[in-house]
């Protein structure tokens, strides 16, 4: 018997890039919660904005958090587990970002502005979110976005510092998001790990689906990558033979191609 296991981006993936609508990947969803296969989303937000999401879709599915930094495991979801939601980090907590940032901002005067520093107001201000959606994006678990004050130079300097101490500063657009050295990939290993225990009589295939530069490593780490179409217009290079590409954009590229795979495997 074989089953997908479904790693998937928001933004610009599953989520219209302008409306934030998934109606166009409902029919692939649908038969998908039929077969009983779960639909991970794996995403650059926050715990609070994913939460409300997969609540208005009815998704009862594990998620990743911030890049990869976390995954939450819904109660009692795998035999194994106990307790509460159950949070795996793969990075260092936020708290420990915010420190060394601190520290660097001290030492060498850097002239950035992160979401800690911000009031929620602030927060939607820079980001275009509503205020609500703001402050859902201020409360983080793992990475700190922030907007760049400071020289080009001094910005090199700055993120050589972050990375020789072991972290890692991911550029998403107009923020640059310092985290852990992680990456998408590094919790789609251990979950897929947690299904196969689940489910050892099942043959497992990882799909990931995504349509930017940080979904990069998600998308070599499953085996069935999907490059969904973006607005973006961007190259991304995927080291893959066997990358599936979609030619309609976000939702209805998803729907397309995950109906594609459904025919074919289950
Ligand atoms: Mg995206």
Not at 75 to 101: C, H, M, N, V
Not at 233 to 253: D, F, M, Q, S, Y
């Amino acid at each position: 018997m074989k089953k997908l296991i479904v790693f998937t981006d928001l933004d610009g993936t599953l989520l219209d890039h302008y409306d934030y609508s998934w109606q166009d990947a409902k029919p692939a969803l649908d038969q998908l919660q039929h077969h009983n296969c779960p639909i991970i989303i794996n995403s650059s937000k926050t715990r609070s904005e994913i939460e409300w999401l997969r609540n208005a879709m009815g998704n009862t599915d594990p998620f990743i958090v911030e890049n990869g930094s976390a995954v939450f495991i819904p109660d009692q979801y795998f035999a194994a587990q106990s307790g509460d939601l159950t949070i795996k980090r793969f990075g260092p907590p936020r708290e420990e970002i915010l420190e060394i940032l601190a520290r660097l901002r001290a030492e060498y005067n850097y002239e950035f502005i992160g979401f800690n520093d911000m009031s929620a107001d602030q927060v939607a201000e820079v980001t275009g979110l509503n205020l609500e959606d703001a402050a859902k994006a201020k409360e983080r678990d793992a990475t700190e976005p922030l907007l760049w004050n400071d020289t080009e130079i001094r910005l090199h300097a700055f993120i050589s510092r972050l990375e020789a101490s072991g972290y890692s500063v991911v550029s998403g657009g107009r923020f640059y998001h310092v985290m852990g050295t992680v990456s998408k990939a590094d919790s789609i290993a251990w979950l897929m790990n947690a299904y196969q225990n689940q489910y050892p009589d099942h043959e497992l295939l990882s799909v990931g689906l995504g349509d930017s530069n940080n979904d990069v490593p998600m998308l070599e780490a499953v085996d069935i990558p999907v490059l969904v179409a973006g607005v973006h217009g961007k190259k991304i290079h995927v080291k893959r033979n066997e990358l599936i590409r979609t030619t309609a954009l976000g939702p209805k590229g998803w729907n397309q191609a995950m109906q594609e795979l459904i025919a074919e495997y289950l």
